[in-house]
């Protein structure tokens, strides 16, 4: 039956038969898919929208085929939303013209939405995106940084409402992997560097997300990059080969598995593997999402995890990103074809393949023999079963009406602007000069010179002044230092030296020798700020604040409460020394986790 097509007057529906078990359900509907139907299961890729709301004809700059051609053509039902839209509303009648074409395929099964992380500041097409018409909230090391579970899980209720409310059913985070190396370029959506900490928060943020009891009004959470993508060498991404090892001097690998311990015991669902490959511990050097001895051994064995397991995008086939060609992130399996790379991650014990989209070479493997359509059956029961308890097949689609209501409301936005002043943190605040008072908070109509920051955002404080002999304050917003790659995508990926450059610490000082200055840094990595903090009277830090929020807190009208989700080095020397499996590991830091002066 599985491999010609049952004409439709001849499909057994009762798959739809709500009062039914879920189990029996999936085997009905399971039973009666062809080989196509179930590979189209497998691959969860990239998806773009249409202007206004439209079907998308395809998206040349990250390869994506028209939504028609992927529902209809290969038959896939999961999908990664790429790209920001200008309203809620716009996303949700979207999202039901997709699940219209989904149910006008033979069996009608609905298409599953995920995101990466789209409430916050950072926009960033390998990892997360600006919030757009989504509450505005602090990057998940903001969050870690209000050291607050309760708050974390509030924003993940909220986010839940909002993503559901536009057709989301699976959020691609939380990422609860440590912030140990501290060159490395994807801590700004960790929860920092502390194991205890990064667990209780990844476990509120489930929480929030999936409801008290999971079902039709949850989001479902796919935690990575397990087993932990901190410990890279030299802090490089492996999402480029120059990135591609992981190791643990420090002995660690066991520390990393802690945060995902919590997330297991929270309920999480889903799990992402990471890209690297682990270099000499007892695992086999290979790239996660091909690990066996980490995926079956580890996560499916050890942890007795039977839930929905997608590798990381772009492990199989070579791919052109923003006009430049990358390899296929086939770490340790480079040798091997496309084929044979997806027979080694579903041997591993994965489920999906995240940004692949070609399934006639998943059929061509089950017509040859090389995989069984047992294995396949293995698979297509999680990833049909997470689709019952969504309750997509009850009810796919969204009201769109009510959807800009929802999203980004009154209280939403008010809920996120509280949390980006929470996540601030106060550094240093100086008593300089011959009155000997410490810059903060500032004082009520000061005369203000500010770089980085809006003059209107500014002007709700004092009065703005064009230079800064003429001011009585200073505000400086500068972002952490990193090196300038060559490619576009790579440059999205914040990595190498945490030096600030010369012309901006010399900039500080020439401002600071004229007026007494504040500095507030993003801090996507933890950047060597001592020569900063030298000049500055006041150093601030943010992971992602709007300019009324950072205002806020420096005059004092909502009481500093932020404290380090990291370490801050004190050098590059430091930095270069430590072990990238081990926290807290840079000798003679200038500022340690958990520091934050109130105000």
């Known amino acids: 039956m599985s491999n010609d097509a049952v004409p439709l007057t001849d499909v057994d529906t009762r798959y739809r038969d709500a009062s039914l078990p879920v189990d029996e359900r999936v085997e009905i509907l399971l039973g009666q898919m062809t080989l196509a139907e179930k590979a189209g299961l497998f691959f969860h890729t990239m998806i773009a929208m249409g202007p206004g709301g439209e079907l998308s004809d395809g998206d ?138 990064a667990g209780e928060l990844g476990a509120a943020y489930v929480r929030g997300f999936q409801g008290a009891s999971f079902g039709a009004g949850s989001v479902s959470t796919m935690t990575k990059h397990f087993p932990g993508g901190g410990p890279q060498k030299d802090g490089e991404d492996p999402h480029f080969d120059y990135g591609r090892e992981q190791v643990y001097p420090g002995g660690q690998f066991e520390l990393h598995l802690k945060p995902f311990e919590a997330v297991f015991a929270a309920g999480g669902r889903q799990i992402m593997p990471y890209y690297g490959m682990p270099v000499g511990t007892e695992y086999e050097e290979v790239g996660f999402g091909f690990n066996k001895s980490v995926l079956t051994g580890l996560l499916r064995e050890r942890y007795d995890f039977d839930g929905i397991v997608c590798t990381d995008w772009g492990l199989i086939t070579d791919q052109a990103i923003m006009g430049h060609d990358f390899a296929a992130r086939a770490w340790g399996v480079e040798h091997l ?201 006041a150093v601030t830090a943010n992971w992602g604040a709007a300019d009324a929020a950072l205002l806020d807190v420096l005059t004092g009208a909502v009481p500093a409460r932020g404290r380090l989700p990291f370490d801050i080095p004190s050098s590059m020397a430091a930095v270069e020394a430590s072990r990238p499996d081990m926290p807290f590991d840079t000798a003679d830091p200038l500022f340690r986790f958990g520091h934050g002066l109130r105000l």
């Open 337 to 537: 074809t496309p084929a044979e790379r997806m027979i080694k991650v579903l041997d591993a014990g994965a489920d999906q393949f995240g940004g692949e989209d070609d399934p006639g070479l998943l059929v061509s493997l089950v017509e040859d023999g090389r995989i069984s359509e047992e294995r396949l059956d293995a698979s297509a029961r999680r990833l049909l079963r997470e689709k019952f308890l969504l309750g997509l097949f009850e009810n796919p689609y969204v009201d769109a009406g009510a959807a800009d209501a929802i999203v980004g409301s009154p209280e939403f936005r008010a809920a996120g602007e509280a949390a980006q002043r929470a996540s601030i943190v106060v550094l240093t605040n100086e008593s300089r000069g011959a009155a000997g008072a410490p810059v903060l908070p500032l004082a009520p109509r000061v005369k203000l010179y500010v770089e980085g920051i809006s003059r209107e955002a500014a002007a709700a404080c004092g009065e703005v002044v064009d230079a800064p002999e003429d001011a009585d304050v200073a505000i400086l917003r500068i972002q952490a230092p990193y090196e300038e790659r060559g490619t576009m995508f790579e440059n999205f990926f914040h990595a190498g030296s945490l030096d600030f450059p010369e012309e901006v610490i010399a900039r500080v000082r020439a401002v600071a020798a004229a007026v007494p200055t504040v500095v507030d840094v993003f801090l996507d990595r933890p950047a060597v700020l001592g020569p900063i903090v030298e000049a500055a009277d």
């Open 60 to 197: 040349p700059v990250f390869g994506m085929a028209s939504n028609e051609e992927y529902v209809v053509g290969r038959q896939l039902s999961h999908f990664n939303l790429l790209g920001i839209a200008p309203t809620a509303g716009e996303i949700a009648r979207w999202h039901n013209r997709l699940q219209e074409l989904a149910a006008s395929t033979r069996l009608g099964i609905p298409v599953t939405i995920s995101t990466d992380p789209r409430h916050a500041f950072n926009d960033n097409p390998g990892a997360s995106f600006f919030a757009g018409p989504f509450s505005q909230w602090p990057e998940p090391l903001g969050l870690a940084a209000t050291h607050d579970a309760a708050l974390v899980e509030d924003f993940a209720d909220i986010a839940r409402r909002e993503y559901t409310a536009v057709g989301i059913r699976v959020a691609l985070h939380p990422q609860v992997d440590l912030a140990t190396e501290p060159r490395w370029a994807r801590q700004l959506q960790t929860f920092g560097e502390d194991a205890d900490l």
